[in-house]
């Protein structure tokens, strides 16, 4: 893996290449623009504020509900977004597959790039959220760093899996979608961590997005540090899914040509 690591390395430049015309076509021949990386967790956060805050009176633990679901909202749409870009990457790019060579991986990588950089956008509006609501950011705002590099981890890994399956069996296209709506719903993003009963909980967070949804949300609006004990199984899990997700690409790598 760090050959592969290695040589993607003396092509970051062309990795850099792919993520801005990723970042172009998404948004190619749109109205908005980019606008749209804010538009969606800010309509969630309208809906779920409405349905499951006014109307089901959620717990949110104190915090607003504005605030409580879209700084939720901000990493899941960087997962979601990714995923579904990312999953489609090879075979979206299939006339470059088959005849040119360069590290396939790029492609599913710039993808999460592309989905970081809708991830920095939709943090502005954030930012001035914190500030209507009167909301201090406190120094546990630095643990945002290392959870968000837990998730583009995860992100990688599952993309890598995704990504090289799709070119064998397409009906992954179809699998992702439903994919991420089931996932929302074993996420704390709708509710708060302690909604789950304890007893399921050691389960509940082998998934790793629930560890980013609930320490990201606990480092910004709640000015608490992170619990690193559910940090570092997802990072665990994370890494081992990334490792394998890189060796099985890898592998299949080599019939991408001849498939698509």
Same mark, same amino acid.
């Given at each position: 893996?760090?050959?592969?690591?290695?040589?993607?390395?003396?092509?970051?430049?062309?990795?850099?290449?792919?993520?801005?015309?990723?970042?172009?076509?998404?948004?190619?021949?749109?109205?908005?623009?980019?606008?749209?990386?804010?538009?969606?967790?800010?309509?969630?956060? %309208?809906? /779920?504020?409405?349905?499951?805050?006014?109307? =089901?009176? +959620?717990?949110?633990?104190? @915090?607003? #509900? *504005? &605030?409580?679901?879209?700084?939720?909202?901000?990493?899941?749409?960087?997962?979601?977004?990714?995923?579904?870009?990312?999953?489609?990457?090879?075979?979206?790019?299939?006339?470059?597959?088959?005849?040119?060579?360069?590290?396939?991986?790029?492609?599913?990588?710039?993808?999460?790039?592309?989905?970081?950089?809708?991830?920095?956008?939709?943090?502005?509006?954030?930012?001035?959220?914190?500030?209507?609501?009167?909301?201090?950011?406190?120094?546990?705002?630095?643990?945002?760093?290392?959870?968000?590099?837990?998730?583009?981890?995860?992100?990688?890994?599952?993309?890598?899996?995704?990504?090289?399956?799709?070119?064998?069996?397409?009906? %992954?296209? /179809?699998?992702?979608?439903?994919?991420?709506? =089931?996932? +929302?719903?074993?996420?704390? @993003?709708? #509710? *708060? &961590?302690?909604?789950?009963?304890?007893?399921?909980?050691?389960?509940?967070?082998?998934?790793?997005?629930?560890?980013?949804?609930?320490?990201?949300?606990?480092?910004?609006?709640?000015?608490?540090?992170?619990?690193?004990?559910?940090?570092?199984?997802?990072?665990?899990?994370?890494?081992?899914?990334?490792?394998?997700?890189?060796?099985?690409?890898?592998?299949?790598?080599?019939?991408?040509?001849?498939?698509?």
């Amino acid at each position: 893996m760090f050959i592969h690591l290695k040589e993607l390395i003396k092509f970051r430049e062309l990795l850099f290449a792919f993520t801005n015309r990723e970042i172009k076509v998404r948004y190619k021949q749109t109205l908005l623009g980019a606008s749209w990386a804010v538009i969606q967790p800010l309509s969630l956060m %309208i809906m /779920f504020t409405l349905i499951f805050g006014f109307f =089901l009176k +959620i717990n949110s633990e104190g @915090v607003p #509900y *504005p &605030l409580f679901y879209y700084s939720a909202l901000m990493p899941w749409t960087f997962f979601a977004t990714s995923l579904s870009f990312g999953s489609l990457a090879v075979i979206n790019n299939g006339n470059l597959v088959t005849k040119i060579y360069f590290p396939r991986e790029i492609l599913p990588f710039a993808s999460i790039i592309a989905g970081f950089m809708d991830f920095l956008i939709s943090a502005l509006i954030f930012i001035v959220m914190l500030v209507i609501y009167n909301v201090p950011l406190t120094i546990n705002v630095v643990y945002t760093i290392p959870i968000v590099f837990l998730e583009t981890i995860f992100i990688a890994g599952l993309i890598l899996f995704t990504s090289a399956l799709n070119v064998m069996w397409r009906d %992954i296209k /179809f699998v992702i979608p439903l994919l991420i709506q =089931l996932w +929302i719903f074993v996420t704390p @993003v709708i #509710y *708060p &961590l302690s909604k789950v009963p304890e007893k399921f909980r050691p389960f509940y967070m082998l998934n790793p997005m629930s560890s980013v949804v609930e320490n990201f949300r606990k480092v910004t609006v709640g000015g608490l540090a992170p619990n690193w004990n559910d940090f570092a199984i997802a990072l665990g899990i994370s890494l081992i899914l990334f490792i394998f997700g890189y060796k099985f690409f890898k592998i299949k790598e080599k019939v991408f040509a001849d498939v698509i």
